[in-house]
């Protein structure tokens, strides 16, 4: 039997040598690991050790700063809309198609059978968001061409049907019926597929409980301060996801309120790891300095900043401490402990303005004009298009509405597309 | 007005049929609705699995010194504010914002600040024609609370004029400042279906002593 004063030691003389061992190691993984992979292990260090720590980043996928985007999975092309069209999808089903101001197209297929609203922070103007009206749930696919974008919708045609005349199986007898509709679907030349794993799109429960977001509410009235208010967020396959939020912030000097969405992009366990922000202003000028303003309205501004450094951490955290957000963001990067005025007309302009100027230089700024045959809401009055009509209303929109443009550190570029 | 809040005023519900979805398993037998919740309740009687920290409709059990009764609001006698729905007296100072949206209506009093941000207020939200029931919203605030680690408290009270009453409070951090903030929620719903949410916020050390909990004591529903 083991003496009394010794049960334990055990034990203790294990987690002594954890100590050590994940020490040493994490010493020498920080000195030879990239950023990204040596912020993880410095949590990790740091929660054995007792240390105050910071939550990991997860180790940042393409999004914020890729320009083009064109990669799905993602919550969609960084870009603000340039035209927008319904496609019928059959069974009376439609669905909403995009074209960004780089090229790709993102298209919202709503899974509840409400009417389709203009994705949120892909508006041509945030006064234009009318997410909360829409359809609570949408799927969401991204493309990279217009041939792209025909594919997935012959796919959720084909998808349509089939689940209307042979279900989705789940039972034996289920699957082969299933599986007997896909060989007659493809006999008939409907091969198309639907993607699989696309990013799910819900919106936040403001429409339905107003009383449940009264403190919300009560936040966001007037000019006393900024408000902010849930839209939803996107989730995807891989466990990533996108939280949307819009907010309405009083500038001051002279610079009218601004109304902006704000896009927080998190890894599989909720870390931080990218901020956009679309926002309707004229034109963002950046001083030599690299310091960025916004004035007016007129085109739509996409910024986006991946959170991959504790400088881009402390941007990123200063932005959301200005606006109010309420809800727990945990950063990757250590964030210094500053103290901070609490959301305030007066703090938010300047913290919105040191977001930009980190963009400039570590992230992405795009802007999308306004033209005469821009995207609007009409897109989604008007005529609904077959998909084979697709390609030439394309082109034709391409006709009337500039394209997008990137921001290339020193002037405005043509925003080519990813096709 | 806010441009946030405008936005709102769009806001249109819209009824969607669950109809197909791409990626999604259709199940081949439809069960009645009273089917599908006498399953789910016996499921969750069996398993057991009512735990705190998942809240039902109904409020926790009230404790037995209530934080919050109605008052005549004699100390208050400064400003009474006469809305179309209900009234409530204020401190004169405070500072009122408004908002008509689409099934809501917002209104805000707020002690003035000029030089800093929004510290201490009360705001009253009226949903005319709710679609989910005062309780079920309750419930929701409650969840999406505990979900963001707030410790939360939810009693039921009596309150004039009122079919159902719930006082919904928490306390959260201001970010970056160190300070935390006390907010309490009333929400009080009338005969006709009406929800009345009246808020009430302002720094934690001083609640007691703001005079917010003596404000939402003078609140009363328009019979």
């Known amino acids: 039997m083991t003496p009394r004063r010794e049960a334990g030691l055990g034990s203790l003389e294990y987690i002594g040598l954890a100590l050590v061992a994940s020490t040493v190691i994490g010493g020498i993984a920080i000195a030879v690991a990239p950023d990204p992979i040596a912020a993880t292990v410095r949590y990790a260090v740091c929660t054995i050790t007792g240390g105050d720590c910071v939550a990991p980043l997860g180790v940042p996928k393409a999004n914020a700063d890729e320009p083009p985007a064109c990669s799905p999975g993602m919550s969609g092309p960084l870009g603000a809309t340039r035209s927008a069209f319904q496609v019928s999808i059959g069974s009376g089903r439609t669905a909403l198609v995009e074209q960004t101001g780089g090229g790709a197209f993102r298209i919202v297929a709503p899974l509840d059978g409400a009417p389709l609203a203009s994705w949120p922070a892909a508006s041509a103007a945030t006064s234009r968001i009318d997410a909360l009206a829409g359809a609570r749930r949408s799927a969401l696919y991204t493309a990279g061409s217009v041939q792209e974008a025909s594919d997935v919708l012959g796919g959720l045609g084909r998808q349509g049907v089939h689940d209307r005349y042979f279900g989705t199986g789940g039972s034996p007898v289920a699957d082969v019926w299933s599986d007997a509709g896909d060989g007659l679907l493809d006999g008939l030349g409907m091969s198309q597929r639907t993607p699989s794993q696309p990013s799910t799109f819900t919106a936040a429960d403001l429409a339905d409980q107003p009383s449940s977001y009264a403190y919300d509410l009560a936040l966001s009235l007037g000019d006393a301060g900024p408000g902010i208010l849930p839209l939803g967020s996107a989730h995807r396959e891989d466990g990533s996801w996108t939280q949307y939020l819009t907010a309405s912030v009083p500038l001051g000097d002279g610079r009218a ?23 309707a202003v004229e034109r963002l000028t950046v001083a030599p300095d690299g310091r960025v303003d916004a004035v007016g309205q007129g085109a739509t501004h996409v910024v986006g900043l991946r959170v991959s450094t504790a400088a881009d951490a402390q941007v990123a955290s200063d932005l959301l401490a200005s606006l109010g957000v309420q809800q727990p963001i945990a950063y990757a990067a250590p964030v210094a402990p500053r103290v901070t005025t609490p959301a305030s007309a007066a703090t938010v302009g300047p913290a919105l303005d040191a977001f930009r100027t980190a963009a400039v230089t570590a992230g992405t700024v795009t802007r999308q004009p306004y033209s005469p045959g821009h995207a609007s809401p009409a897109a989604l009055t008007g005529p609904v298009l077959e998909p084979d009509a697709l390609a030439a209303a394309v082109t034709d929109a391409s006709k009337s509405t500039a394209s997008g443009e990137l921001w290339n550190g020193t002037a405005w570029q043509p925003w080519s597309g990813c096709a | 007005m806010g441009a946030v809040v405008g936005l709102l005023v769009r806001i249109r519900r819209r009824r969607g049929r669950f109809g197909t979805l791409p990626g999604m398993a259709t199940p081949l037998v439809e069960l009645a609705p009273a089917v599908r919740y ?45 809305h179309p729905l209900f009234t409530m007296q204020v401190p004169a100072p405070y500072e009122e914002e408004r908002g008509d949206l689409d099934r809501v209506t917002v209104a805000r009093w707020s002690r003035p600040n000029p030089d800093g941000p929004l510290e201490v ?64 929620q009333l929400m009080a719903q009338r005969a006709d279906g009406t929800i009345y949410s009246v808020v009430a916020f302002g720094p934690f050390d001083t609640f007691d002593s703001s005079g917010l909990p003596e404000v939402l004591a003078t609140f009363r529903i328009r019979p």
């Open chain 1, 257 to 279: 309120a601004e109304q902006f969405v704000v896009e927080l992009e998190r890894d599989h366990k909720g870390y931080l790891t990218g901020v956009r922000t679309t926002s």
């Open chain 2, 121 to 184: 207020a009360v705001a009253v939200v009226v949903e005319s024609s709710p679609t989910q029931p005062l309780a079920d919203q309750a419930a929701a605030l409650e969840l999406r609370l505990r979900e963001e680690h707030h410790e939360v408290e939810r009693i039921g009270l009596a309150w004039p004029d009122a079919a159902q009453a719930q006082l919904i409070s928490w306390r959260e951090g201001v970010r970056g400042t160190g300070t935390f903030r006390e907010v309490w």
């Open chain 2, 38 to 82: 006498a399953a789910l309740a016996g499921l969750l009687l069996l398993s057991g699995c009512a735990t705190p920290t998942t809240p039902g409709t109904l409020p926790t059990p009230a404790p037995s010194e209530a934080r919050l009764t109605p008052s005549d609001g004699t100390s208050l006698r400064d400003r009474t504010i006469q």
